[in-house]
RNA sequence: GCGCCCUUAGCUCAACUGGAUAGAGCACCUGCCUUCUAAGCAGGCGGUUGCAGGUUCGAGUCCUGCAGGGCGCGCCA
């Protein structure tokens, strides 16, 4: 099955072939001139400069064969030599029907399937989710779904931060404030042995009342301006840091208590905005992986001895720039950013043995993924070309700096969700909806409204656009917005269920009036515009089709009665209807957004 | 200093390998709820695509230069 596009494509392609000319000129786009064709092909004009002939006479040639093509119903030479094309009703008609007998809606599948994996949002031990994660969330996971639904085999990994420095200010932090856990790690540290399950699970229990992510979250930033003030107190957090990774008992057990708290915290978090991982891997889950990886990297003559540090050179001839080494060891003996970087390419080979990684991470390590990807090609971790850098623009607030609450301090993104359904309670009952439904379905709607709201306010920018982030357009409601396409979504949902009460069945599709032609012209663009998507790894390609689809909808639903229409005819918008609210809704879980039952 | 990205309507953003009249939403103006949800629909207003050259039958898109803005450039992650 292939959408009109294609199809008309492949026959336009062979006119050109049959008149001697390249067939990949015969490709067929839809018409940026709606009053005059429904698909267009600008073959001629191209051909046209090779072979130094008229354009129009070229399109003459092509155009005479394609008159036999019973699918249009007008193929007329325009312009300069643009190829135009109308599809007949008939077609159209016949399209719709398969697209609503399609369990997939019309869109194609790769040809062959290739295992992704997908590094996103990259969560950190007591760190609650603020604005900043709000972009690779949201974009690893519309990528990560696209993907998916293309057909290949993907798996998302969190890549949670929860390793190094930082763990030893926490710990330190946590033990200064607390005695009890002081003195329960110099008895758990001081036996000289592991700890025993038993006595782990006393030990996991008592810390359960004691440190929850709000303390750490109160914890860490204090921690982390005393150590940038005082070298002894860093000095003994990087104490701790070794300690730790030496899996000292206590240590380690309190820090597995740290990441647990946060990865429920979070996990909750992160599927409140419709966000699942299938990995939590951890930068720790690579630590072990690390020294062995630097012998091997040494055994394959790859490190470099310079300024004390260990280093992997990957500049290359060509190259317009003098890219940094990749710093693999330290001065001081410690692995690096990009040393856990490269041990994580090396685990995931070994693990899932991906054929592609994409990396969906602000565009400002773009840099330092080149130098990662490349010392991994060099190293033999992954085939040259497999790691791939998505990167998206930064958020700022107006003044065009990084993004500040009024008290000047970062935006939780609980609290901007909360914001956001806020406004959607308030703005669902001034326009008196879901006035019949129960308060808990009332949260619920009001829910993935504000959800739908910030995914789509978004991810309808291309990624890589820097963005000025403003409250009132996140939580805008009209015009091109999440909830704008949830309430078409809805109110086809309310016509089917007024439909069934009646009785009304769907029946074949037969489209005549404008408003029809259009809705199924769309339907039938769902297909080009997840290509697109998929191979720009772009979701705006999706969202836009999304709100076309709805607003072809909003048109034909104005223009068009549906239950109120001769039996046959409204079987066949009501088919329409029907098929559009699953394409969408499609779309909309492409994107992470899910409709409710009713506004 | 070197390098990367950006500059499109008053605002926020689109624009498929270079193609016809550069499109949406917001804001503003005019209509439309006794018929399927008006968070809607129909229509109007709004552009020298930062500036100057170049390539081309044709440039928002490609090339060069300039201006303005953002970002990055080994021992933080």
């Known amino acids: 099955m292939s959408d009109l596009k294609r199809g008309l494509s492949e026959a336009v392609a062979a006119a050109f072939a049959a008149a001697g000319l390249p067939a990949e000129l015969g490709r067929v786009t839809p018409s940026d001139r709606p009053d005059l064709a429904d698909f267009q092909c600008n073959g001629a004009l191209a051909a046209a400069k090779t072979a130094r002939r008229d354009p129009r006479e070229i399109a003459a040639g092509v155009t005479a064969t394609l008159a036999a093509d019973p699918r249009l119903s007008l193929v007329e030479i325009a312009g300069l030599g643009f190829i135009n094309m109308r599809v007949s009703d008939t077609a159209l008609s016949e399209r719709a029907n398969e697209i609503a007998a399609d369990p997939r809606l019309g869109a194609g599948e790769v040809e062959t399937a290739r295992r992704i994996l997908v590094d996103y949002a990259g969560p950190n031990v007591a760190k609650p989710m603020h604005v900043g994660h709000l972009r690779s969330s949201i974009i690893g996971e519309a990528i990560k779904r696209i993907f998916r639904f293309r057909g290949d085999l993907v798996v998302g990994d969190a890549h949670f931060g929860d390793w190094g420095y930082q763990m030893g200010l926490l710990i330190g932090a946590v033990m200064d404030e607390d005695p009890f856990i002081k003195a329960l790690m110099e008895q758990l540290n001081g036996r000289g042995r592991p700890v025993t399950p038993e006595e782990e699970k006393t030990a996991f229990a008592a810390l359960e009342g004691r440190v929850s992510l709000e303390d750490l979250d109160r914890l860490y930033p204090a921690a982390a301006a005393r150590g940038k003030e005082e070298p002894e107190y860093r000095d003994r957090a990087r104490k701790l840091t070794a300690e730790l990774q030496a899996k000292t008992p206590g240590y380690h057990l309190l820090w597995r208590h740290f990441a647990r708290v946060t990865k429920v915290a979070l996990e909750r978090d992160f599927h409140a905005l419709g966000v699942d991982f299938d990995l939590w891997k951890g930068e720790s889950d690579v630590d072990d992986l690390i020294a062995p990886m630097v012998k091997e990297l ?83 971790y992954a085939p040259e070309g497999s790691l791939e850098h998505i990167g998206f623009g930064t958020m700022n607030g107006t003044d065009g700096k990084p993004f500040k609450t009024r008290e000047g301090g970062v935006l939780k993104l609980n609290d901007l969700i909360e914001m956001t359904r806020t406004k959607a309670r308030e703005r669902l009952r001034e326009a008196d909806l879901g006035a019949e439904l129960d308060p808990d379905a009332f949260d619920d709607t009001a829910h993935k409204v504000a959800v739908a709201a910030l995914k789509f306010a978004d991810l309808q920018n291309f990624r890589g656009t820097s963005y000025v982030f403003d409250l009132d357009r996140f939580s805008s409601f009209e015009g091109k917005t999440g909830p704008y396409l949830l309430y078409q979504a809805v109110r086809v949902k309310s016509l089917l269920r007024k439909a069934a009460d009646e009785g009304v069945k769907t029946g074949p599709i037969t489209v005549s009036d404008p408003a029809e032609r259009d809705l199924v012209l769309l339907l039938d663009a769902f297909d080009q515009a997840l290509n697109d998507a998929y191979d720009k790894r772009a979701p705006h390609f999706v969202a836009e089709h999304a709100f076309k689809l709805a607003q072809a909808f909003s048109r034909f639903y104005a223009a068009c009665p549906i239950l109120s229409a001769e039996p046959v ?29 009713r506004m």
């Open 298 to 380: 040494d055994a394959k003559g790859l490190l470099v001895d310079d300024q004390g540090a260990r280093i992997i050179r990957v500049a290359r001839q060509g190259d317009k720039r003098d890219l940094p080494p990749l710093l693999v060891v330290s001065s001081e003996g410690s692995a690096m950013y990009g040393t856990t970087d490269l041990a994580t390419v090396l685990d995931r080979e070994k693990s899932f043995d991906p054929d592609h990684v994409l990396y969906v991470v602000d565009q400002r390590q773009a840099d330092h993924f080149e130098v990662v990807f490349r010392a991994a090609y060099l190293a033999g």
């Open 569 to 597: 005819l409204r079987s066949s918008r009501l088919a329409l209807a029907d098929t559009t609210l699953r394409q969408l809704e499609q779309a909309l879980d492409l994107l992470g957004v899910n409709a409710p039952a």
